[in-house]
């Protein structure tokens, strides 16, 4: 386990809060940076989803169903399919979780993980930050800029990163609405294996 979450971090150097880059003193805290929170919650802990639901219950989130939850996919019999309203330093978050076998898109376009599994975790903010300063700060996380950058999607922006390694493939959304603020966050592993 340990040699996959290893490999899982040498796709993108995992910023947190001792790094240089968000250590800065004008930096957002802990208290009002979503980029922190999406870096602890979900991209540190993809693709591992138990690591996730651990942290669900050790912090007394509250878990979410129905069509709350169905939401967070367009796949219609995900292996794993989970979210919460998480309270976290006094703002309140919508996380998801989900987990299957690769759709026919991934297979094409990866056919040596066609066997393998994709685990997304998505963070839904507030609607509360900048979509200025969470680009930026999202491109400090990902240590590259973006491959595409608010692409229009109705009235949503999409910009995405990706990266990988032989065993590995990650992908990270940023979605902003057109009114200048941050609405989701989200990174998708594929690997090879099931975690």
């Given at each position: 386990?340990?040699?996959?979450?290893?490999?899982?971090?040498?796709?993108?150097?995992?910023a947190?809060?001792?790094?240089?880059?968000?250590?800065?003193?004008?930096?957002?805290?802990?208290?009002?940076?979503?980029?922190?929170?999406?870096?602890?919650?979900?991209?540190?802990?993809?693709?591992?989803?138990?690591?996730?639901?651990?942290m669900?219950?050790?912090?007394?989130?509250?878990?979410?169903?129905?069509?709350?939850l169905?939401?967070f996919?367009?796949?219609?019999?995900?292996?794993v399919?989970?979210?919460?309203?998480?309270?976290?330093?006094?703002?309140?978050?919508?996380?998801?979780?989900?987990?299957s076998?690769?759709?026919?898109?991934?297979?094409?376009?990866?056919?040596?993980f066609?066997?393998?599994?994709?685990?997304?975790?998505?963070?839904?903010?507030?609607?509360?930050?900048?979509a200025?300063?969470?680009?930026?700060?999202?491109?400090?996380?990902?240590?590259?800029?973006?491959?595409?950058?608010?692409?229009?999607?109705?009235?949503?922006?999409?910009?995405?990163?990706?990266?990988?390694?032989?065993?590995?493939?990650?992908?990270?959304?940023?979605?902003?609405?057109?009114?200048?603020?941050?609405?989701?966050?989200n990174?998708?592993?594929?690997?090879?294996?099931?975690t």
């Amino acid at each position: 386990m340990n040699c996959i979450r290893q490999s899982v971090f040498s796709i993108f150097a995992l910023a947190t809060a001792f790094s240089p880059a968000f250590a800065q003193s004008d930096a957002p805290t802990a208290d009002t940076d979503p980029v922190l929170v999406f870096n602890r919650v979900c991209y540190a802990q993809v693709p591992v989803v138990r690591n996730i639901e651990d942290m669900a219950t050790r912090f007394a989130w509250d878990r979410m169903g129905g069509d709350d939850l169905k939401q967070f996919t367009t796949i219609d019999n995900p292996t794993v399919l989970l979210g919460w309203d998480a309270r976290i330093a006094k703002r309140l978050y919508r996380l998801g979780v989900v987990q299957s076998g690769l759709t026919d898109r991934f297979k094409e376009a990866f056919p040596d993980f066609a066997d393998g599994v994709a685990t997304g975790c998505t963070l839904v903010l507030d609607g509360r930050d900048e979509a200025d300063v969470v680009l930026e700060r999202m491109n400090q996380l990902a240590r590259k800029q973006p491959d595409s950058i608010d692409v229009p999607e109705g009235e949503l922006l999409t910009t995405t990163w990706s990266g990988g390694n032989e065993d590995f493939k990650v992908f990270l959304v940023y979605k902003s609405g057109t009114n200048g603020k941050a609405n989701l966050l989200n990174v998708t592993i594929l690997s090879k294996e099931a975690t």
